[in-house]
């Protein structure tokens, strides 16, 4: 990254959004500069409204490249838009930057910035409205009138913005709207889709007998996670092949669209298979049968897991210790079932559908797979290549855990 010198300077609110957060909105009624924006659905749709957000140090590390995290902080919103069967139109972004301290300039005092390092090229953002702000460090109410000062790395805003609106462009979505305030490096987006309310995917159509199929890999950003976690130590190739999912996970939109008419439910693997697919359970009340040896996954993940034990399962494999490297199987495992940030689709069609879904797996060139099958009763049972149940806890990630 080309490094820029350090320099200060004031720049309203206002400013910034004009600067990095303001382009044409030619679909839009009315976009940017106003109290709100006008949007119209096109003939025969309703609206699609989602909003998911991204916190610093629970979502993304503080060291995340800034191009990337722009990426993603719109893919995983355009992530639910495929798992609706919608088509993203637009989008608004709210962004809450590091303060440096309420009544001292960035001069007088180190400050912390969204990277966790020193800024190479930082700009006060000085706040123009006595808005209603978090005064994390228990400042006064009227702290706004003194002029409050933000500490803004605008290379990292021109990066965070460029990533932003790369996946905009490649989805016709326009940002119609947000707004910027201090705190913790906060990130969230609400989208706005459309799609003919008949043709909505829904959680809660998945029917007895119903195949359940999976886009894509599983696992590959889970793995990237434990490694730069220190569970697993992948070597710098193994790492490449799997950092490209966790940090720009590719929404499955055309997938999403593909699955109008076909699909009886979806969702997106956006907190782990097991935990994702039990919402459909859920919302459908019915059960399902996964087989693991089924389950799609990358060249390197197959590659971690084969030379090491089979999978864990609830009997004969379970006595070998994991070897080959420290976590083991049972973590790649976890990964597999378990883990985040797949951002791939979930869905059940009937099994009359499963030739048409070979032929949206080749127009798209898109892996889609079978994993399973709806049953009857609660709940899901993964079984491992030798038809045993394979043993695992709930292990969805838990936001409040
Ligand atoms: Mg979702």
């Known amino acids: 990254m080309r490094r820029v010198e350090p320099a200060l300077q004031t720049m309203s609110e206002f400013d910034l959004i004009r600067r990095y957060f303001t382009r044409a909105t030619p679909s839009a009624l009315l976009g940017v500069g106003d109290d709100a924006a006008l949007l119209q ?36 919103n355009l992530s639910d838009m495929a798992a609706m069967g919608a088509v993203p139109r637009w989008a608004t972004l709210a962004i809450a930057l590091p303060l440096v301290h309420g009544k001292e300039t960035s001069h007088e005092r180190p400050h912390p910035n969204p990277l966790g390092e020193t800024p190479s090229h930082s700009t006060r953002l000085q706040t123009t409205a006595a808005k209603s702000l978090v005064t994390p460090e228990g400042e006064g109410a009227n702290e706004s009138l003194c002029e409050p000062m933000f500490t803004v790395d605008e290379t990292w805003l021109a990066q965070f913005s460029a990533g932003f609106f790369a996946l905009a462009q490649q989805h016709g979505v326009e940002l119609v709207g947000g707004d910027t305030t201090r705190g913790p490096l906060n990130l969230c987006v609400t989208i706005i889709g459309e ?3 008949q043709q ?23 793995l990237a996670l434990a490694h730069l976690q220190g569970r697993i130590t992948l070597d710098a190739m193994e790492f490449a092949t799997c950092a490209s999912a966790l940090h720009q996970p590719q929404p499955r939109v055309a997938l999403g669209l593909a699955l109008r008419g076909i699909a009886s439910s979806a969702i997106d693997v956006s907190d782990g298979l097991l935990a994702d697919l039990g919402h459909i359970l859920e919302a459908s009340q019915v059960g399902a049968e996964i087989e693991f040896a089924a389950l799609p996954l990358s060249a390197m993940l197959r590659a971690c897991l084969t030379p090491l034990n089979p999978p864990l399962s609830g009997g004969k494999h379970n006595s070998s210790p994991d070897k080959g490297r420290p976590g083991g199987v049972g973590l790649l495992q976890q990964c597999i079932l378990c883990g985040g940030d797949d951002y791939e689709l979930c869905f059940t069609a009937p099994v009359a559908r499963h030739t048409n879904l070979l032929s949206i797996a080749t127009r798209l060139d898109l892996p889609l797979t079978c994993i399973g099958k709806v049953v009857a009763g609660r709940g899901c049972i993964v079984h491992d290549a030798s038809g045993d149940p394979i043993n695992i806890e709930a292990c969805g990630y838990d936001h409040f855990r």
């Open 195 to 197: 799609v003919p309310a």
């Open 200 to 222: 909505a995917l829904r959680r809660s159509g998945a029917q007895i007998g119903d195949e359940i199929w999976v886009s894509g890999c599983l696992g590959d950003a889970a």
């Open 41 to 76: 659905a096109s003939a025969g749709n309703v609206l699609v409204v989602s909003s998911d957000m991204l916190v610093c140090g629970t979502h993304f590390l503080p060291d995340a490249d800034p191009f990337m995290l722009g990426h993603k902080t719109l893919a995983v």
